[in-house]
């Protein structure tokens, strides 16, 4: 069962226009929310995070937005070719054994044509 | 600065066959994770650890060992390899997973 959600597999945009991508979660546990991002053939590499309590976080052209019940964003403004690349939610919480994990989305492929 | 080195980057085994796989980070992160990533499939976590001597299962972790003796290293060990765990291995460190992992490059395994 998944506890991250990203129901959109992929999103095509044209270039300097607004990127959006979609995550959703089921466990109100959660307390840390962070996306990654992942060229092929390359390990993920951490983008941007938000904490449950916070309802925005900005750097630079992303923006997370946390304003929807179990529902957060990413925003990418303006959008660029170099930004084509899986895009992956993930969400952090505090287990039983005091102990914190990641539990990711399956990832949103972006595709940003010139 | 290296990061997060993942030793070796392709690796065909037979089935049956034991190995490790390396990870070493020099960022004297605490938190450390195996994930592997599979088409369709996402990451999934096999183990992790929050310190040296400290290890836990993470949602894969059937046929997988992993030892954690010091902060830097944290080598993942198939027992008997399988096809079934051909896959893309990622090693990552934290110095808490709230701040985000920086990953390794991983490492490519095909079991025949």
């Known amino acids: 069962d998944q506890q991250v959600k990203q129901n959109s597999p992929s999103l095509s945009v044209q270039e300097g226009r607004i990127s959006i991508l979609n995550c959703d979660y089921t466990?109100?546990?959660?307390?840390?929310f962070l996306w990654y991002k992942k060229y092929p053939a390359e390990g993920p590499t951490f983008l941007i995070s938000?904490?449950s309590i916070k309802d925005k976080n900005e750097d630079g052209r992303f923006t997370v937005l946390n304003k929807s019940a179990k529902h957060l964003s990413l925003h990418i403004v303006p959008s660029q070719p170099g930004d084509s690349a899986v895009y992956f939610c993930?969400?952090?919480?505090?287990?039983?054994?005091?102990?914190?994990?990641?539990?990711w989305g399956l990832g949103t492929s972006l595709a940003v044509n010139p | 600065n290296a990061g997060v080195t993942q030793t070796p980057k392709f690796q065909v085994l037979k089935t049956g066959q034991s190995m490790t796989l390396q990870c070493a980070q020099d960022?004297?992160?605490?938190?450390m994770s195996w994930y592997r990533q599979d088409p369709g499939m996402g990451l999934r976590l096999i183990h992790y650890?929050?310190?040296?001597?400290?290890?836990d299962q993470g949602e894969v972790p059937n046929g997988y060992n992993v030892s954690r003796s010091t902060t830097e290293d944290f080598p993942l060990r198939l027992l008997s390899a399988a096809p079934s765990q051909t896959s893309v291995y990622f090693c990552?460190?934290?110095?808490?997973?709230?701040?985000?992992?920086?990953f390794g490059s991983g490492t490519r395994l095909t079991v025949v």
């Open positions: 960022m004297n992160h605490e938190y």
């Open positions: 466990n109100s546990m959660f307390d840390y």
């Open positions: 990552a460190s934290s110095r808490a997973p709230e701040y985000g992992y920086t």
């Open positions: 650890s929050v310190g040296a001597g400290i290890t």
């Open positions: 993930a969400a952090s919480a505090v287990n039983p054994g005091n102990n914190r994990k990641l539990i």
């Open positions: 938000i904490s």
